[in-house]
């Protein structure tokens, strides 16, 4: 059984999933792919790992690194899974970029390459926003692209986060508008 409850947060409302097993989605309202994994059957209630997520969530938009992690049950495919967890990697305040991802995997794998885009297929169907920080991910010319929850979320989640924006921007056409 899912269940469901709803956090307000500086930039928007934030709609939270989770079962037995962990946290399954945190999505802006609103956002591209929203409640893409929520159960048809789920039931609204605060369970106390919705309490948690909350104290999580009021910490980093303080400002400051929450201190501890969640438990998180990935709904995808083991391709998504895999790149979720390297997006849990990305330390806070800093970025990566989709080739960065692809590269890691590729070495993994044992593979020459592994495409870019593959990676930004997965990051954008990230169900657990924030949390798995794909707001983290840039393009490799430094693009502010493909955040289902809106390039203007983005940018206010790095900027929280003191991200080094010198050299990001936001492109004109493309994945992020």
């Not at 501890?68 to 849990?88: A, M, R, Y």
């Not at 930004?120 to 657990?128: K, L, R, S, T």
Request: glycine share 12%; hydrophobic share 35%.
């Amino acid at each position: 059984m899912q269940y469901t409850s709803h956090y307000e947060s500086p930039i928007g409302g934030i709609l939270l999933a989770a079962d037995d097993a962990g946290l399954t989605g945190l999505w802006f309202e609103g956002q591209k792919y929203f409640a893409g994994c929520l159960e048809k059957n789920h039931e609204e209630k605060e369970i106390p790992l919705f309490e948690k997520t909350k104290q999580w969530l009021d910490i980093y938009f303080s400002g400051k690194e929450p201190g501890f992690s969640l438990p998180l049950h990935f709904t995808g495919t083991d391709f998504q899974k895999e790149v979720w967890e390297i997006l849990c990697s990305i330390p806070y305040g800093q970025t990566a970029t989709y080739g960065e991802i692809a590269n890691r995997i590729a070495v993994k794998r044992g593979l020459p390459h592994m495409s870019a885009q593959a990676v930004g297929g997965a990051v954008g169907h990230n169900e657990i926003s924030i949390i798995v920080p794909c707001h983290r991910v840039v393009g490799s010319n430094g693009s502010l692209t493909g955040y289902a929850g809106g390039i203007d979320k983005k940018i206010k989640l790095l900027r929280l986060e003191k991200a080094a924006m010198e050299s990001l921007f936001i492109p004109k056409n493309g994945t992020a508008l």
